[in-house]
């Protein structure tokens, strides 16, 4: 994402219900819930056919031949290529390793599960906040919210395990991801908040494209994969990623870039449902009660400060 922090704020869920937002807002507000909760299914359904380094190169190849030009247009480009080892930090953190380990992850759990274990982003980012200096990130109310995700992720898991559902692997990758999201941002904002974020993106969607690109073009020289792998990956990478971030860059400019990211709280229950509906992957019991856990935890373990007095 941008710099803007990942964590929601209760104060941004009252705010974006409360506020008289116009219609075109609402829209990119829900659009935004979809195209990002999307993604695991596309990626369930490309990885069975592309390795996941190379889906992430594919993805990151198509995107940059939007956000580049828009970067230049815009006169963004210079400025963040100025910063370009902070950029690719970002990178790193935000594309890069994330987009690899899950999708590494998804070709052994469902896409559901995968989507439910990085709703705990906001959980981690208070901890990365807390670590960082802001000394509300982790007062009493939202170490309740700590410990009530915490719980969450262990019935996820727990239950999922003893059903013989979960591989630890994917596991591990997926809570690896989750620190990714979480830290991703915080770098940003600190290293790279002068930095128009259209630039940060295409500098480091094209950093991410040219270091996967051998592993992605090695793999097509064996052969195009199927036209339903090949849609997959067309929509992640024009949809999912390029039009995602310029809906969500008018979306901030609307009602603002904290009330905009409370879209976090939509996309966990997309990629559920969809993974239940499209995939038919189970509903299991780790998920029913699992699910409600996290997002309570990280809707606590993030409130702002002006509602905890």
């Known amino acids: 994402?941008?710099?803007?922090?990942?964590?929601?704020?209760?104060?941004?869920?009252?705010?974006?219900?409360?506020?008289?937002?116009?219609?075109q807002a609402w829209l990119l507000f829900w659009s935004m819930g979809l195209l990002w909760g999307l993604p695991y299914l596309?990626?369930?359904?490309?990885?069975?056919?592309?390795?996941?380094?190379?889906?992430?190169?594919?993805?990151?190849?198509?995107?940059?031949?939007?956000?580049?030009?828009?970067?230049?247009?815009?006169?963004?480009?210079?400025?963040?290529?100025?910063?370009?080892?902070?950029?690719?930090?970002?990178?790193?953190m935000e594309i890069a390793i994330p987009w690899v380990l899950v999708a590494n992850a998804e070709t052994r759990v469902t896409s559901g599960f995968a989507g439910l274990m990085i709703a705990s982003v906001p959980i981690v980012?208070?901890?990365?906040?807390?670590?960082?200096?802001?000394?509300?990130?982790?007062?009493?109310?939202?170490l309740m919210g700590l410990a009530v995700g915490v719980l969450g992720v262990g019935a996820l898991v727990g239950l999922d395990s003893l059903a013989g559902q979960i591989d630890v692997l994917s596991v591990v990758e997926l809570i690896l991801v989750a620190?990714?999201?979480?830290?991703?941002?915080?770098?940003?904002?600190?290293?790279?908040?002068?930095?128009?974020?259209?630039?940060?993106?295409?500098?480091?969607?094209?950093?991410?494209?040219?270091?996967?690109a051998p592993t992605t073009f090695g793999e097509l020289s064996h052969g195009l994969p199927s036209p339903k792998v090949i849609g997959a990956v067309l929509v992640l990478a024009f949809v999912c990623s390029a039009l995602a971030f310029i809906l969500f860059?008018?979306?901030?400019?609307?009602?603002?870039?904290?009330?905009?990211?409370?879209?976090?709280?939509?996309?966990p229950?997309?990629?559920?449902?969809?993974?239940v509906i499209v995939l038919q992957e189970p509903l299991t019991l780790g998920t029913v009660v699992g699910f409600p856990l996290v997002l309570f935890g990280s809707y606590l373990a993030t409130r702002s400060p002006a509602k905890l007095s």
């Not at 802001?134 to 109310?141: P, S």
């Open 1 to 23: 994402m941008t710099s803007d922090s990942r964590a929601q704020s209760t104060a941004d869920v009252i705010a974006i219900s409360e506020s008289r937002m116009s219609r």
């Open 42 to 92: 596309l990626i369930k359904v490309a990885v069975v056919e592309v390795s996941p380094t190379a889906l992430a190169g594919a993805r990151t190849i198509l995107a940059a031949l939007v956000l580049v030009p828009m970067a230049v247009r815009a006169g963004a480009l210079r400025p963040a290529l100025r910063l370009w080892p902070w950029v690719f930090a970002f990178a790193l």
């Open 125 to 142: 980012g208070a901890v990365v906040s807390w670590i960082l200096g802001d000394h509300h990130a982790l007062d009493r109310v939202r």
């Open 269 to 275: 229950g997309v990629a559920i449902v969809l993974g």
């Open 179 to 212: 620190v990714g999201y979480a830290a991703a941002p915080a770098l940003a904002a600190r290293r790279l908040a002068d930095v128009p974020s259209i630039g940060v993106l295409a500098v480091a969607f094209f950093g991410v494209a040219a270091m996967y």
């Open 249 to 267: 860059f008018k979306l901030m400019a609307l009602v603002g870039p904290a009330r905009s990211t409370v879209i976090t709280f939509v996309n």
